[in-house]
């Protein structure tokens, strides 16, 4: 048969479909007992509807799969194909069932090769994802285990069909569909010859499953973050640069923005304030400067509320219980909530010019758009932070920076897209752009803000949401789907976070509570 030939249809079973899948069932179930009778069938249908799929060929079935609802905890335990059977070979269907049960694929004989079989399969993974279930269970014959049996036990034959040293029609096919062994099943058909009355209960895990219990506590898929490439320039007050602010969250909040995004240190031009000799002595100008932040943590706070989004507040200087100056970025939560994540490596500039001290504590903050993490600037270009969050299920990771040059610029924006790549998440980053002459270290600024994704099939070929023309005062939208992030960790054409050799190597977060006076337990 050539394929131009075939003219394929997916669809459900009908009643009147019976005698095309009987002869289905007798030609392939030969070894096993053939067909279910009509009335079996027509049950099934009439309770399950969508689980019974076909696909024809000039309106001939060529191939079938029959599947029931059942309870995941009962079925994904130890079991045997006549759990699923009542009285007059009644098929049990679950109403009320939170998993998908694979009864039989079938697929003509003079049609194998065409990979129907996937096609099946794909449709019924489609429908436990609409269905919002929780896996799709099977148990699965190993029909060539009796040429086996007498020098390999059922595990061992399994492991070698895992191994791809024993091809299995059916359990080599599963394999290759992203099912899994969740253990082996004893007795299951005691007909089945073949597999000597083994079988392997096999799961297909639904990744996008949510509880019906936490229905109302779900947070939205898709997120939109608004981010502000702010441009430096001299303000006369503290109030200015506040209402220019406000413009630009109010702004976003108007486009329903999710995130408002600033620039590390975006009110540095307040240093101007002062007049340039007062400016020379740069630690006493950045300490004038972490006078407004308390202000601006007020003031943000309440925009955040006000305008119903939150705001990732870049990063302003604060003056640490201990003297210290840190460089802090502000989460304002629109509930209200202030959380803050330090800058924890310092440049040699902010080191040597300003005496910035570095943090000690790395968070992933609970929003409701998702699980985000900041980093400021040169942090992310340490890929162990990044790597620490995102072993928290971080999904966001705001990057606010400050560079003069262009080749700063690409150091930092060239390892936020690998930090998005290798921990498949999303990488927001935000810069300020402006050339302030008058202000001491404002004098040049290069930025162009962009938005990075995971380098993979449901993302843009070249991994770059979207981005800012370079050096100019802008605003810039980017939609993220988080539903995309969590298919692309579990069923991506590479799966970095799960495919790390943790046999290997380890990374770990040492304990610094030590630092603030906290007292270790013994031990």
């Known amino acids: 048969m050539s394929l131009d030939e075939l003219h ?25 007992g053939g067909a279910w009778p ?49 009285k007059r070979e009644t098929i049990l269907n ?75 029609p059916i359990l080599s096919f599963q394999l290759a569909n992203d099912f899994l062994v969740k253990r082996l099943l004893r007795k299951y058909l005691p007909e089945d010859e073949k597999s000597q009355g083994y079988a392997t209960l ?34 006369d007050s503290v109030e200015a640069v506040l209402q220019q602010v406000e413009y630009f969250v109010d702004a976003l909040s108007s486009y329903q923005s999710d995130f408002a995004v600033f620039p590390e240190l975006f009110n540095a031009s307040l240093m101007g304030l002062q007049d340039r000799a007062a400016q020379q002595d740069q630690m006493a100008a950045v300490r004038f ?38 460089n802090i970025a502000y989460l304002c939560h629109r509930d209200g909530t ?12 902010e080191r040597r010019d300003w005496v910035i001290e570095g943090g000690d504590e790395l968070r992933v903050f609970d929003t409701d758009a998702g699980r985000v993490g900041i980093q400021i600037c040169y942090d992310v270009e340490f890929p162990e932070l990044s790597r620490l969050l995102a072993d928290q299920d971080m999904d966001i990771l705001f990057v606010p920076f400050w560079t003069d040059t262009k080749n700063g610029y690409l150091r930092v924006r060239h390892c936020a897209q690998a930090r998005a790549i290798e921990n ?23 930025a162009q803000s962009s938005v990075f994704s995971p380098s993979d099939f449901p993302f843009p070929h070249d991994a770059v949401l979207a981005e800012t023309t370079p050096n100019t005062e802008m605003v810039m939208f980017s939609d993220l789907d988080l539903t995309r992030l969590t298919v692309v960790r579990n069923e991506g054409s590479v799966t970095n976070l799960k495919d790390r050799r943790q046999d290997l190597f380890d990374l770990r977060w040492r304990d610094w509570s030590w630092k603030s006076g906290a007292n270790l337990e013994e031990g």
């Open 38 to 86: 009509k009335r079996t069938i027509d049950k099934l249908i009439k309770e399950f509807p969508d689980g019974q799929i076909a696909i024809e060929d000039d309106e001939v079935i060529v191939g079938v799969a029959l599947t029931a609802l059942v309870d995941y905890d009962e079925f994904s335990n130890p079991h045997r194909y006549d759990d699923l059977i009542g």
């Open 289 to 326: 400067l972490a006078g407004f932040t308390d202000v601006f943590k007020t003031e943000l706070t309440r925009m955040a509320v006000s305008y119903n989004i939150n705001i990732v507040a870049g990063s302003m200087i604060e003056v640490g219980e201990d003297d210290r100056l840190y």
């Open 424 to 446: 498949e998440c999303y990488v927001v980053l935000c810069g300020s752009v402006g050339n302030v002459p008058s202000i001491r270290n404002l004098d040049i600024q290069y």
């Open 94 to 168: 679950d109403p009320d069932g939170d998993a998908l049960y694979g009864l039989d694929v079938l697929i003509d004989p003079a049609y194998r090769g065409y990979r129907l079989g996937r096609r099946l399969y794909e449709a019924r993974k489609e429908l436990c994802r609409s269905m919002n279930l929780r896996a799709i269970l099977a148990g699965g014959r190993i029909p060539s285990y009796h040429r086996y049996a007498d020098e390999l036990s059922p595990a061992e034959y399994i492991d070698k069909v895992a191994r791809k040293e024993i091809h299995d």
């Open 202 to 235: 096999l799961e297909w895990n639904n990744i996008l499953f949510e509880p019906a219990e936490r229905v109302l506590e779900n947070r939205p898929t898709q997120v939109r973050v608004g981010a502000v490439q702010w441009q430096m320039r001299e303000f």
């Open 338 to 349: 202030l959380e803050s994540q330090a800058k924890l490596h310092i440049t040699p500039q």
């Open 8 to 32: 394929l249809n997916l669809r459900n079973l009908t009643p009147d479909d019976y005698p095309q899948l009987k002869t289905l069932m007798d030609r392939v179930y030969d070894d096993i």
